[in-house]
T-cell receptor
């Protein structure tokens, strides 16, 4: 019940295309859903995050879509660029400042994105 | 404003040895979480420290222990190293009582056990 399942494992898109990565979860206690970008040899960097009270959040070329009833959320990267080539991780955690399980992120398995010029 | 820093960058140990990894959180943060990231996998939560105490723990054996100091920096100790402990160890900092759940990760320490 603690798992977050991510797909696809790898993704190749052309420059200017749309990259879509999907995640699904089981634990209904999860209510904070961040996406992280990781380059080789570096730590994960937060891209964008969403809570279940909204169905979509957009920041620049990055959009999260959230479907609470299906327990699924996805990352869309518009106008994908070669510099976006990296590994992307979805994650989830129970929220609530100071809550018992605050900050215990459960990560998906990762998606290796390659954007061809 | 310095972000999360970790030391050392790389470390090579042999089976059975002990290792200590260090983390300094982002300025203003009071909570430190440690994660293990095996090659090709997502990070796995080890434990979290707040007010110098272990606040919650993932599914890791007692060989993994930690400490948080009054200045909020933290150490991760691993005893009796196994080959399977080879991984990137990530530290993440956050503010427990803040209005956001955002965790900021450091660059990690690459541990190789031979």
């Amino acid at each position: 019940q603690q798992q977050v399942k991510q797909s696809p494992q790898s993704l190749i898109v052309q420059k200017g295309g749309i990259s879509i990565i999907n995640c699904a979860y089981e634990n209904t206690a999860f209510d904070y859903f961040p996406w992280y970008q990781q380059f080789p040899g570096k730590g994960p960097a937060l891209l964008i995050a969403i809570r279940p009270d909204v169905s979509e959040k957009k920041e620049g070329r990055f959009t999260i879509s959230f479907n609470k009833s299906a327990k699924q959320f996805s990352l869309h990267i518009m106008d994908s660029q070669p510099g976006d080539s990296a590994t992307y991780f979805c994650a989830a955690s129970p929220s609530g400042s100071g809550g018992t399980s605050y900050g215990k992120l459960t990560f998906g398995q990762g998606t290796i994105l390659t954007v061809h010029p | 404003d310095a972000g999360v820093t970790q030391s050392p960058t790389h470390l090579i140990k042999t089976r059975g040895q002990q290792v200590t990894l260090r983390c300094s959180p982002k300025s203003g943060h009071d909570t430190v979480s440690w994660y293990q990231q095996a090659l090709g996998q997502g990070p796995q939560f080890i434990f979290q420290y707040y007010e110098e105490e272990e606040r919650q723990r993932g599914n890791f054996p007692d060989r993994f222990s930690g400490h948080q100091f009054p200045n909020y920096s933290s150490e991760l100790n691993v005893n009796a190293l196994l080959l399977g402990d080879s991984a990137l160890y990530l530290c993440a900092s956050s503010l427990l009582t803040g209005d956001t759940d955002t965790q900021y990760f450091g660059p990690g320490t690459r541990l190789t056990v031979l």
